[in-house]
């Protein structure tokens, strides 16, 4: 007959292959690539709703761009500013187009996206969020006092018109003159109350500022990626889990194995 395992090694590899299945459990919600016309994954703002690619016209601004929309967040505590329409900018970053946050001819600028995500049971994990932007004093007179506002929310009956729960909220600054390109990354985030189990998850861009808010005060967003992290304790107990097996198996490999049956 064929030699079985001892049954702590059936455990552990148990373990292993589910904490395999957990580390590839992780979902790519926003990313910065419009897949097959994704309404969630133009993180780039360089597509439109059908999924073709929008290149920057002379000026380069457009009013609208993929399933990104305006809209009126008001009611979140971490957004202090309406966001009336969406409009992309050229990057100075790659020439790329990217989003105009803040306010432009008049009009307050930022954009709103419903990621299509089902937000999943409270405890079962966090979010991740990256993104680059610059307070653009060349695109526009971006001060040391305006700042970018972001925010991850749900909605009672998943459009802009219902109730908002805010999930969480992040606020940066980047002082007048400085037109280089930063790199945000929030890992962990994301309270999710039993209220927002199922729901749509939204990502907002505004601007809020603490003194003045001038006309043409821009900052520029680009590249924005959302990730859902299964919990993390489950997550470290079965990577622990992974490696006490190699651990266990490197061990048995060193003497012989007599297993009767």
């Given at each position: 007959?064929?030699?079985?395992?001892?049954?702590?090694?059936?455990?552990?590899?148990?373990?292993?292959?589910?904490?395999?299945?957990?580390?590839?459990?992780?979902?790519?919600?926003?990313?910065?690539?419009?897949?097959?016309?994704?309404y969630?994954?133009?993180?780039?703002?360089?597509?439109?709703?059908?999924?073709?690619?929008?290149?920057p016209?002379?000026?380069a601004?457009?009013?609208?761009?993929?399933?990104?929309?305006?809209?009126?967040?008001?009611?979140?505590?971490?957004?202090?500013?309406?966001?009336?329409?969406?409009?992309?900018?050229?990057?100075t970053?790659?020439?790329?187009?990217?989003?105009?946050?803040?306010?432009?001819?008049?009009?307050?600028?930022?954009?709103?996206?419903?990621?299509?995500?089902?937000?999943?049971?409270?405890?079962?994990?966090?979010?991740?969020?990256?993104?680059?932007?610059?307070?653009?004093?060349?695109?526009?007179?971006?001060?040391?006092?305006?700042?970018?506002?972001?925010?991850?929310?749900?909605?009672?009956?998943d459009?802009?018109s219902?109730?908002?729960?805010?999930l969480?909220?992040?606020?940066?600054?980047?002082?007048?003159?400085?037109?280089?390109?930063?790199?945000?990354?929030?890992?962990?985030?994301?309270?999710?109350p039993?209220?927002?189990?199922g729901?749509?998850?939204?990502?907002?861009?505004?601007?809020?500022?603490v003194?003045?808010?001038?006309?043409?005060?821009?900052?520029?967003?680009?590249?924005?990626?959302?990730?859902?992290?299964?919990?993390p304790?489950?997550?470290?107990?079965?990577?622990?889990?992974?490696?006490?097996?190699?651990?266990?198996r490197?061990?048995?490999?060193?003497?012989?194995?007599?297993?009767?049956?």
């Amino acid at each position: 007959m064929p030699h079985m395992k001892p049954p702590v090694l059936l455990l552990i590899s148990s373990s292993l292959a589910l904490a395999t299945a957990t580390l590839s459990a992780q979902t790519v919600i926003v990313d910065a690539d419009f897949r097959n016309g994704a309404y969630n994954s133009n993180g780039s703002f360089e597509f439109d709703g059908s999924g073709s690619q929008l290149l920057p016209p002379p000026p380069a601004i457009i009013d609208g761009f993929g399933f990104w929309t305006g809209g009126d967040p008001t009611s979140l505590p971490g957004i202090s500013r309406e966001v009336h329409q969406t409009r992309t900018w050229r990057s100075t970053a790659d020439d790329s187009l990217a989003a105009t946050i803040g306010r432009v001819d008049q009009q307050v600028n930022g954009a709103i996206l419903n990621t299509g995500y089902d937000v999943p049971f409270v405890g079962d994990g966090q979010f991740l969020l990256s993104f680059d932007w610059t307070g653009n004093s060349t695109a526009g007179g971006w001060e040391a006092d305006d700042d970018l506002e972001v925010a991850l929310f749900t909605s009672s009956n998943d459009s802009l018109s219902g109730t908002l729960t805010q999930l969480w909220a992040g606020r940066y600054f980047d002082g007048n003159g400085n037109n280089a390109f930063e790199s945000i990354r929030e890992d962990g985030i994301g309270s999710v109350p039993e209220a927002s189990v199922g729901k749509d998850l939204y990502i907002v861009f505004s601007a809020g500022l603490v003194g003045e808010f001038n006309n043409d005060e821009i900052a520029v967003v680009d590249n924005v990626k959302i990730v859902w992290i299964p919990e993390p304790g489950l997550y470290s107990l079965l990577l622990g889990a992974a490696g006490l097996t190699i651990v266990v198996r490197r061990r048995a490999s060193n003497r012989p194995h007599n297993f009767s049956v």
